[in-house]
């Protein structure tokens, strides 16, 4: 017999008991659970609003990188499926009749992924077929308004594609997964198991010769620009900027289209777009082989879909990016972000120009002390084929969406193409990573602290979205997630902090908890309602963790987010430090267990904390600057101009001196580790992480270097996935040695706490 259905206070009883069970059988997150997460990517609406492309990332078999294909979902709800079977496939778009989807894929050929090409899936029913074989790959495709071309982005210049069509006529296909030489004569399939490897090496070589490859391939630089390689990209290869191509899309996969290049020179094209009767392209660029030496700056440009004469079209004091076209072709709108007055931060806006002869920009949101396309930090963007949003059109041309970061939330907000007036479209304790729309139906990619990215039809309503996926679904139901709390605390001079508090999942006020007060970087950037893999696990690890918004950060106002040019770090350290006295102030935190890290900037804040402070117990510095002089010489973009600092380190070394954590080394007490990347070259090990480590073991501190080889500045958020576990278990490793007592020789050291037992242990 059912007693939950005798008496209402049974049931409720009943009801309670059934609730607390379910809770009690969830368990908490772990590092590794990071395996099993999917990522959406890049979400395209079908020309007729029904469907939703997009990318799907997941973790590898092997757990050493990441998987891309494409997949579906139906608008008025349902399951989703997939689409395309590759391994590396991204970037789809659909043609505009929403019979076709092109995208991009990757084949992998003899154990390595060749340059991508673009493929077309008849969405009806049928295989995807390859259209591009670019000696260099395609990328970007973007279909003409008739839907007979394709637009894209190649680095190929043209004795590439001289050497290309030699080789094909030889008989050698480059591009291809499966390619055979002509000479190498096959009858049937047990003589192709017999071709020699080499001779099918060497006859790919004597075709090579035969079409032009140089004798030997140099594998030097000849460095002549400061920017001459990028964080997680090596280095650039000036002699191919990237260009805008076509190629017709033939009506049968049999027909061979064969690409034009639209844009060529020295000057690469960064965005583009087609004009509504696809007679032009609209895109992006800066026309300045050196843009270093002066404040940001580029402009709109169009140029015959057939090629031709280049046409300055839009221009402000600034930089302009995300272009989109008006559904009448009449109009740009775009995100632009002005360089004066100079700036350590200035916040981007929306602005619309009109496409006629004398037309000046229009500054939208000019009034608005918003951060326009902002967005919020968090280590769970997909890892691969994301890819970047623009303003979107309503379908009448009345009014424009963009996401709007405020306060640690961010959601998409609808704005008047004439006035500005702005009214939201989500609302929500949330960010929107991503967004899309046919004009009508617009679907955002939405992430909380509980849900990694989910898609969402958006209507009327901006309080009610209707979910289209749960691709997590199975792990998160497993899983005891819990929201941060928000606080707000006042700083050294009365000034209001926002922080979140990621509490362990069982977590007793009553008692108090070791804290881990975890710093972000940018500085540029905010903490905020979107999902926290490193925070939900250090929670579920038995810390209480504090990461604020001091100073410096985005999302409230330009004035607050600026304030700290010429001047960090510096104020944001007591901001962060009046965070931890809030949360001591509660009761729950141990002050005597207190821990510190961060990344990047949060990297050189940690360094610069425990150089002014004994109080903390532990701390982790994570791709860390520790001179500002060593960083200014080393990393991956240049500071000539006067945004962070008035001038170079040899004109003003004070200024760099005082600013830089190592001036403060004698004052280190605190044990600390060193997350570093190899291939960092936003930070670089040599300045930052490795000279504080060398410095501390000469004075004799506990100090550890972690040293993630071939991993780049992105280690934390697209790292291979192995290192970012490793990178977790090792940062809470150092936590739990000397906030929790843990018993380990891991890292060669024996810390006070440790050697009764190390004495026991012999």
């Keep these: 017999m059912n007693i939950c259905c005798r008496r209402a206070g049974v049931v409720t009883f009943c009801?309670?008991?059934?609730?607390?069970?379910?809770?009690a059988q969830k368990r908490s997150i772990t590092e590794k659970d990071l395996f099993k997460f999917q990522w959406i990517g890049d979400p395209?609406?079908?020309?007729?609003g029904s469907q939703?492309?997009?990318?799907?990332v997941t973790v590898d078999e092997k757990q050493a990188g990441y998987e891309t294909s494409i997949w579906i979902a139906a608008t008025g709800g349902g399951s989703v499926r997939t689409l395309t079977s590759g391994k590396h496939d991204s970037s789809p778009r659909w043609s505009s009749d929403g019979k076709l989807l092109?995208?991009?894929?990757?084949?992998?050929?003899?154990?390595?992924?060749?340059?991508?090409?673009?493929?077309?899936?008849?969405?009806?029913?049928g295989e995807a077929w390859p259209l591009t074989k670019m000696p260099q790959g395609a990328g970007g495709p973007e279909w003409s308004p008739d839907g007979k071309t394709l637009a894209f982005f190649s680095t190929a210049n043209p004795e590439d594609m001289e050497r290309a069509a030699c080789e094909e006529k030889q008989g050698l296909d480059p591009t291809s997964a499966a390619s055979k030489p002509a000479d190498a004569k096959v009858t049937n399939k047990d003589d192709a198991q017999k071709v020699d490897s080499k001779k099918e090496k060497d006859a790919k070589e004597k075709i090579a010769e035969k079409c032009g490859k140089p004798e030997h391939e140099p594998d030097i630089h000849v460095v002549t620009r400061v920017e001459y390689r990028g964080d997680n990209e090596g280095y650039f290869d000036l002699s191919r900027p990237p260009h805008i191509w076509k190629i017709g899309v033939p009506s049968t996969p049999t027909d061979d289209g064969k690409p034009t290049q639209i844009t060529r020179?020295?000057?690469?094209?960064?965005?583009?777009?087609?004009?509504?009767?696809?007679s032009k392209i609209y895109f992006t660029s800066t026309r300045n082989l050196e843009p270093y030496y002066e404040l940001p700056q580029n402009a709109i440009y169009s140029v015959p879909a057939a090629g031709g004469e280049i046409t300055e079209v839009a221009r402000i004091t600034g930089t302009s990016q995300s272009i989109s076209l008006s559904p009448?072709?009449?109009?740009?709108?775009?995100?632009?972000?002005?360089?004066?007055?100079?700036?350590?931060?200035?916040?981007?806006?929306?602005?619309?120009?009109?496409?006629?002869d004398g037309a000046k920009p229009k500054n939208l949101t000019a009034r608005l002390d918003l951060d326009i396309s902002g967005g919020i930090i968090g280590d769970q963007e997909p890892p691969r084929g994301g890819s970047g949003v623009r303003p979107l059109w309503s379908a009448d041309g009345k009014s424009l969406t963009v996401i709007v970061a405020r306060q640690g939330r961010a959601n998409l907000e609808r704005f008047d193409a004439e006035s500005g007036q702005n009214?939201?479209?989500?609302?929500?304790?949330?960010?929107?990573?991503?967004?899309?729309?046919?004009?009508?139906?617009?679907?955002?990619?939405?992430?909380?602290?509980?849900?990694?990215?989910?898609?969402?039809?958006?209507?009327?309503?901006?309080?009610?979205?209707?979910?289209?996926?749960?691709?997590?679904?199975?792990?998160?139901?497993?899983?005891?997630?819990?929201?941060?709390?928000?606080?707000?605390?006042?700083?050294?001079?009365?000034?209001?902090?926002?922080?979140?508090?990621?509490?362990?999942?069982?977590?007793?006020a009553k008692k108090q908890y070791p804290l881990i007060l975890n710093i972000h970087g940018g500085p540029h950037t905010a903490y905020g309602y979107v999902f926290f893999h490193e925070m939900q696990w250090m929670a579920a690890k038995g810390y209480v963790v504090l990461y604020p918004n001091p100073r410096g950060s985005t999302s409230f106002g330009e004035e607050f987010a600026n304030i700290i040019q010429f001047k960090y770090p510096g104020d944001d350290y007591h901001d962060l430090m009046a965070g931890v006295d809030e949360l001591i102030k509660r009761g729950y935190v141990d002050p005597k267990r207190l821990a510190v890290t961060g990344g990047s900037g949060g990297g050189l804040l940690t360094n610069w904390v425990v150089g002014h402070t004994d109080r903390f117990a532990a701390a982790v510095a994570q791709r860390d600057i520790a001179s500002w002089t060593a960083w200014w010489y080393s990393d991956d973009f240049v500071l000539f101009r006067p945004m962070w600092f008035h001038k170079p380190p040899f004109e003003e070394p004070a200024d760099y001196r005082d600013r830089s954590p190592i001036s403060f080394i004698n004052f280190v007490k605190t044990p600390i580790m060193f997350i570093l990347g190899d291939a960092d070259l936003r930070t670089p090990p040599s300045a930052g992480g490795e000279q504080m480590f060398r410095a501390l073991k000469?004075?004799?501190?506990?100090?550890?270097?972690?040293?993630?080889?071939?991993?780049?500045?992105?280690?934390?958020?697209?790292?291979q996935p192995w290192h970012r576990i490793e990178r977790l278990h090792h940062i809470v490793n150092w936590f739990d040695v000397y906030l929790q007592d843990k018993k380990t020789n891991e890292y060669d050291l024996i810390p006070p706490a440790e050697a009764d037992w190390e004495k026991s242990a012999n």
């Design 15 to 23: 009801f309670l008991l059934f609730a607390s069970v379910a809770i």
């Design 44 to 48: 395209q609406i079908s020309p007729d």
């Design 52 to 56: 939703v492309a997009f990318v799907r």
């Design 102 to 125: 092109a995208f991009m894929r990757a084949v992998e050929k003899d154990g390595k992924t060749q340059p991508p090409q673009i493929f077309i899936l008849p969405v009806t029913g």
């Design 265 to 278: 020179g020295e000057f690469a094209e960064d965005e583009f777009e087609w004009a509504k009767d696809g």
């Design 328 to 356: 009448d072709g009449g109009k740009i709108a775009f995100v632009g972000t002005a360089n004066s007055p100079v700036q350590s931060y200035t916040q981007s806006h929306l602005w619309v120009v009109e496409l006629k």
């Design 423 to 508: 009214t939201p479209v989500t609302k929500g304790d949330q960010a929107v990573t991503q967004y899309t729309s046919n004009g009508k139906e617009t679907v955002a990619a939405i992430s909380t602290p509980t849900i990694i990215n989910d898609l969402y039809l958006v209507g009327d309503d901006p309080a009610q979205a209707k979910r289209l996926t749960d691709i997590n679904e199975k792990l998160f139901a497993e899983l005891n997630l819990t929201p941060p709390e928000e606080i707000t605390y006042a700083s050294f001079d009365g000034k209001k902090m926002q922080g979140f508090v990621q509490k362990p999942p069982d977590f007793d």
């Design 698 to 719: 000469y004075r004799k501190i506990p100090a550890v270097m972690v040293r993630f080889p071939a991993e780049g500045h992105e280690l934390s958020r697209s790292g």
